[in-house]
Nanobody, 127 residues
Framework: EVQLQASGGGLVHTGGSLRLSCFAS????????IGWFRQGPGNYREGVAC????????YYSDSAMGRFTISRDNDKNTVYLQMNNLKPEDTAVYYC????????????????????WGQGTLVTVSS
């Protein structure tokens, strides 16, 4: 059973940075993807970034491109989301989730494919 634990949220000012962490364990193969998603007030849950573990391909949403970086440390079973130049519209509960099995197919991070979710971590960006 895959277990996910997200952390690192908090309150920052516009232009600030945060790094979210997702500790993920329980995988039975290397063919999976871990994604970061967010849900702001009154919004649907949307994809932010994801990493296809084999071979390490990453995808970003348009809003994350150039500001956020997803990375992994497999020795620590952790995927990170470094968020820079945060804006008030980035305010949301951020979730990490797993899609397995998954290999790189060029299709990004469709939220509907992710069935296992961790608890969220709240990011608040003040103006």
């Amino acid at each position: 059973e895959v277990q996910l634990q997200a952390s690192g949220g908090g309150l920052v000012h516009t232009g600030g940075s945060l790094r979210l962490s997702c500790f993920a364990s329980g995988f039975t193969s290397d063919d999976y993807a871990i994604g970061w998603f967010r849900q702001g007030p009154g919004n649907y849950r949307e994809g932010v970034a994801c990493i296809i573990n084999n071979p390490g391909k990453v995808y970003y949403s348009d809003s994350a491109m150039g500001r956020f970086t997803i990375s992994r440390d497999n020795d620590k079973n952790t995927v990170y989301l470094q968020m820079n130049n945060l804006k008030p519209e980035d305010t949301a509960v951020y979730y990490c989730a797993v899609h397995a099995p998954r290999v790189d197919d060029g299709l990004g991070c469709p939220v509907q494919w992710y069935k296992e979710w961790g608890q969220g971590t709240l990011v608040t960006v003040s103006s």
